[in-house]
Each structure stands twice: as C-alpha cells, then as structure tokens.
C-alpha cells in the first residue's frame, strides 16, 4: 500500500521542502495551499518530474470547510492518508501586544493553532483503529518562538505555537493505543520567505550571530527532522518535540 502524506502550507519553504523530500522517500504527497497556486504547482511539477506522485490541494486551514474538502479530495484522489504535517501558518508585522488588534490575534490563532487541530482531527480519524484505520503519523510544525517569547516582535505568534507544543503532547498521548504518533519540530531561525512577510526581510542575516551555531538553518535541515519523526526509524517516538534550532 503507498504511503500518502498531506503537507500543509507546502507550497514554500519548510513545507516544499518536506513535500520533495517525501515524494523521493515514496510518498504520494497531497501539497496544500492557500492562495500562491503557482508556487504549488512548481513543487508538484518537480516530484512528477523525478517520477513521484502529487497534487495540489487548496484550502484555507482556518475554514473547516475548506480542511474537509481537503481531506476529501486526498481520500479520492491518494488513498488512505498515513501522514501529516501540519506546517501551515503566518506570522504579522512586528508588535508590541499592547497594539495588536483582535482581528490580528483571531486570524494568529485560527490558521496556527485551530488550523492545526481540526486537520489533526481530521486525520486520527482516518488513520486511529478506533476508526478502522491502519495507524500513521503527524507532525506539527512549532517554533522556537514558543520557549523565547518574541517580545517586542511576535507575542502572539510564539503564543500560538506553545499552544501547539501542548497539543501535540496531549494528542500524542490520547492517540497512542491507536497506532498514531505525534511529534513536533521547533525550528528556530530557518532560511525562508516567512521572515519578509513578518516585515523583517534582514532577520536571518541579522539574527545569524546570536545562534550558537552561527548560521541560520535550511527548510532542508528541518525536513529531514520531520521526516525521521514520519518514518518508522522513530517507531518508539511519540509526544516528543525536537528543537531545529542550532542551539539557540
């Protein structure tokens, strides 16, 4: 049976990068977008080009009926779903809490976090035993955010993903008799457009020597971290949350 994996938010950076890496390890890839179809359409040409399976799924992770839709299509188009990763998510322009709106915290939460649980839900219900399923796998995307704070910057945002730290912890724990496993990654200063979209387009090369590795990480370097946490190589990994941070 092929393994089938819906990433979402994978149209760029960590989420591409997750979705090529594995197609080339045999998964069918479900590679999930919001608006940029052009830049998900390229991530599916390239695995198609090197013999892979994919397709292009749009969805607002924030809408349920858009995640139900998704799901759906997957079901029909892929198969049984075996893993997700639920890399979705935005971060605003810096900001101090005491000038954040709440069309700005509602709009945080809804993609970062209920996003995050309702594909979650989505998923145990296809792959638990409870359900008939056959087990599998998700990953949620943290950040190191969640244990720095990003005062002054993205309170809200680093808010949101220790929201997602807990989750993935009680999940990992309520689902664990039903053959699923969930882990997070937290990566930390990572090489990608997230950056310019917070209004910070120098924040890598700025925060590079403040890391204790000096450098800023690739979307690369935190794929092959999710990946592991999907494969059976973790089998006996669950509830666990791996920073991707080079020691920050």
């Known amino acids: 049976m092929s393994k089938v994996l819906i990433i979402t938010g994978g149209s760029r950076g960590i989420g591409a990068a997750v979705a090529l890496l594995a197609a080339s390890q045999g998964y069918a890839v479900a590679v999930n977008y919001t608006a940029n179809s052009l830049a998900a359409d390229e991530v599916v040409r390239h695995i198609r080009a090197s013999g892979g399976t994919a397709i292009t799924v749009q969805a607002d992770v924030a809408v349920e009926a858009d995640v139900l839709a998704m799901f759906k299509k997957v079901d029909a188009k892929l198969g049984r779903l075996t893993a997700l990763v639920n890399n979705a998510g935005v971060v605003d322009m810096t900001s101090r809490v005491d000038a954040m709106s709440a069309e700005r915290l509602q709009r945080m939460f809804a993609v970062n976090v209920l996003g995050s649980f309702m594909c979650a839900r989505e998923a145990v219900q296809r792959m638990s035993t409870r359900y008939q ?102 089998g006996y990994t669950t509830g666990a949350i791996i920073d991707v941070a080079g020691g920050r």
Request: proline residues 5%.
């Open 133 to 234: 399923g056959e087990g599998g796998t998700i990953v949620n995307v943290s950040s190191a955010a969640a244990r720095l704070g990003a005062p002054g910057q993205y309170v809200d945002y680093a808010a949101a993903k220790g929201a997602i730290d807990t989750f993935t912890v009680g999940l990992a724990k309520e689902v664990a008799a039903e053959g699923i496993r969930v882990n997070a990654v937290r990566p930390g200063i990572i090489d990608t457009e997230i950056h310019a979209s917070g209004g910070l387009p120098n924040r890598v090369r700025d925060l590079a020597p403040q890391v204790p590795m000096q450098r800023a990480g690739t979307a690369a370097e935190v794929a092959e971290a999710i990946m592991w946490l999907i494969s059976e190589k973790s």
